[in-house]
Structure formats: C-alpha cells, structure tokens
C-alpha cells in the first residue's frame, strides 16, 4: 500500500491494484479536472487518459541490475499542459526532493523513448535532445523497492543508492520502449512533442544578437559610450537636467555604464 497526504487533509492509502485509478482522479483533481494529457487526437481533449503507462517488474535471481526482489512499481503519463504529480518512495518511505531512483526513471523513459525513435528513424538532424524534454512534461508516481538503500539527511527525504539508477534506468528503458512499440501512432506523436520542445528550448536558450552601437567616438546628443559592447552587462542612465547627467558622467563606471 501507499500513502498519500495533502495539507490539511487526511492521508489517503491505496492498494497497488488501483494506483492508476488513484493517479487519474489526483490529477484530474490537480487540474480542476482539465488535464490535457498527450494523445493522438488532433486537438487537445482534457482528460483523455487512455495512454497512462502503468509497470511493475521486481528482479529474480541472479539478475545483473541488482539484487533479487528489487523494482518498482510505476504509473506515468505525459501531459501537454497542466500540473504535474511528481510523488516518489522507496520501500514506502517518501522521498519529496527525489533522488537516485527517480534520475534511473528519468535515464530509462529518455533512452527507451530515443531507441523507438532511431529504430523509426525519427531523430532530428539539428536538433539536440534533452531528457528535460520529455521528464519536464511527465507526471507520475514511482514506488521503489531497494535492499539497504541510503538516504540523504535523517529525514530520509532523497534516496542517495547509487545502484537505484541502474535498477530502475534498466528496468524502464526497455520496457518503457515495448510499450511505445506496441502503440505506435501515440510513440510517434510523442516523439514529435519531445522534439518540438526541444526546439522551444534552443529558441529560448539561443544567445541574444548583440546590439550594434554607433561607429566613431561621438554620439548624439550628450550621450556617453562606454568601452564594453556586450549588451548583457552594459547599463543606461537616463539623467533630468544638465547638473544630473554631469554628475551621472563623473560617478559611472565608464567600463560598462
């Protein structure tokens, strides 16, 4: 079982059996029951939750990611618009600021999603992927199992295993790929929403054009140049009356004002 708690609230306990329909009525709850999950209608329709991913796989013996019994149980989605459940435990202890299991989950979604996508030959030419392009857009609820996990602080609030990632990134990728396989149409939308957000990010993160400043040592006016062309550190001071410029002129700090 898990628990859920908001403030001020009772804490809700759920089984593993029920922990998509859990998920599904929390966001839409979330979201004053519009969440504008990612589907392969052309136009966004709140609360079409048919491509939820829920999965649970504990290892056997002898595996090569880990120790027999270790896994986890998750349910996921990818939303076009709205807030996101981030909500996270090991061995049902929360874990509210994340940790190793969650990088594992971030890891596995982004390379499961990157196989389907070469194996399609779906991967943009020019544009460089990210794994925040897809973990940004995802919400979900992650329950680890991990024998002798560490946790960062006393509170145990980030698990800090190093061998989570393993487990849970060889877990997912795979699998998370298996399911993308089997429903085509909505893999390659999803391929597509990764990309486009990918090319948001480069839009934002692109270095701005600097500005041309006028050639020669004089300007017009009274206006006073300073020695740097760079746009980012360089300041403007806008005075009222000769006394003020004169004095502004004096005090700056000719190297960028």
Not at 52 to 77: R, T
Not at 115 to 130: A, E, I, T
Not at 133 to 151: C, G, R, V
Request: hydrophobic share 35%.
């Amino acid at each position: 079982e898990l628990s859920f708690q908001y403030e001020d609230e009772e804490p809700f306990v759920f089984k593993s059996s029920s922990a998509t329909q859990y998920f599904i009525e929390e966001m839409s709850r979330l979201n004053n029951n519009e969440v504008y999950w990612l589907s392969t209608e052309p136009v966004s329709t709140p609360n079409k939750n048919e491509f939820i991913w829920e999965f649970e796989h504990y290892l056997p013996e002898n595996s090569p990611l880990g120790e027999e019994g270790e896994g986890l149980k998750l349910v996921m989605g990818v939303l076009e618009s709205g807030k996101r459940i981030d909500s996270s435990y090991v061995n049902l202890i929360p874990t509210p600021h994340g940790g190793t299991h969650e990088k594992g989950l971030r890891q596995g979604l982004f390379n499961g999603l990157l196989s389907f996508m070469n194996h399609y030959n779906l991967m943009p030419s020019k544009v460089n992927l990210d794994v925040e392009d897809l973990w940004s857009k995802t919400s979900f609820l992650l329950s680890a199992k991990i024998l002798d996990p560490e946790f960062k602080g006393q509170v145990k609030e980030a698990l800090n295993s190093r061998e989570a990632v393993k487990i849970i990134e060889g877990l997912v990728k795979d699998s998370f790929e298996l399911w993308l396989n089997e429903r085509v149409d909505f893999a390659k939308q999803l391929a597509s929403f990764v990309v486009e957000n990918a090319q948001a990010r480069a839009k934002i993160d692109a270095p701005k054009p600097m500005v041309k400043r006028t050639g020669g040592s004089t300007l017009p006016g009274k206006l006073t140049d300073c020695a740097s062309s760079d746009n980012a550190i360089t300041e403007m001071f806008i005075c009222e009356g000769d006394s003020a410029g004169g004095g502004a002129k004096m005090a700056r700090d000719k190297e960028f004002q």
